[in-house]
């Protein structure tokens, strides 16, 4: 079956230390989404990508980075420059931009990330 | 400026009652809107969306959606809830003209369903 599948399930991180977040899909879909759930805030956009070697900041990028070499992968950086990381972070995809626009996001099932 | 509101934090049903899920929305033109529901340490899951047409929206497990574009609403409703149904439940709202990475949503809404 087709789908997002999120790697690590749960992650911690130590103080200066940068994590991964894995992400791939098996979809074909062109576009990409990472977010950031916080209790009772709902999901923040944190970066996007709309097709490969190409992706644009979301709503609270500060602290993370990406990048999108492959179609089926996104990880996302969590740097030593984010120092509120506590999180559960989820990634979906959509079949992109201009094709189909009003198709809904499929999710993976998130990573919960901790400092220890 | 996009925004959805669910007012309600938190909503408690009995079992076999129905059940109504609130979300309101500002956007400018035609709004796109969704709804997904989360289990604990899942991911959201779709459950519909409204486009364009019926103002009355099926979609999967028995929920229905209404929009109503004067009240600005698209609040989620189950005719006869279900113990299973209790989980976070979010709303979602996209302007047609907007891309696809401009979708905003509510703050969640946590549905209890007592046996």
């Known amino acids: 079956d087709g789908g997002i599948t999120q790697s690590p399930k749960y992650l911690f991180r130590k103080e200066g230390q940068n994590v991964t977040l894995s992400c791939e899909q098996n979809?074909?879909?062109?576009?990409m989404y990472w977010y950031r759930q916080d209790p009772g805030q709902g999901l923040r956009l944190i970066y996007y990508?709309?097709?490969?070697?190409?992706?644009q900041k979301g709503d609270i990028a500060e602290g993370y980075s990406v990048s999108r070499e492959k179609k089926e992968s996104f990880p996302l950086t969590v740097t030593s420059a984010q120092k509120n990381p506590t999180a559960f972070y989820l990634c979906?995809?959509?079949?992109?931009?201009?094709?189909?626009?009003?198709?809904?996001?499929?999710f993976g099932d998130g990573t919960r990330l901790s400092i220890l | 400026a996009q925004s959805v509101a669910q007012p309600e934090d938190q909503v408690n049903v009995a079992e076999g009652n129905p059940l109504t899920v609130k979300c309101t929305y500002s956007?400018?033109?035609?709004?796109?809107l969704f709804w997904y529901v989360q289990y604990p340490n899942r991911g959201l899951q779709f459950l519909l969306k409204?486009?364009?047409?019926?103002?009355l929206v099926k979609g999967s497990y028995g929920f229905e959606a209404e929009f109503n574009k004067s009240q600005t609403s698209f609040h989620l409703k189950k005719p006869s809830a279900l113990v299973s149904d209790s989980a976070l439940y979010f709303c979602?709202?996209?302007?047609?003209?907007?891309?696809?990475?401009?979708?905003?949503f509510g703050s969640g809404t946590r549905l209890s369903i007592r046996p």
């Open positions: 979906a995809s959509n079949p992109g931009q201009g094709i189909v626009r009003d198709q809904p996001q499929h």
């Open positions: 979809l074909n879909h062109d576009a």
């Open positions: 990508s709309q097709i490969v070697n190409d992706f």
């Open positions: 956007v400018s033109g035609n709004p796109y």
């Open positions: 409204y486009i364009t047409g019926d103002n």
């Open positions: 979602a709202v996209r302007a047609s003209y907007s891309s696809a990475s401009k979708i905003i």
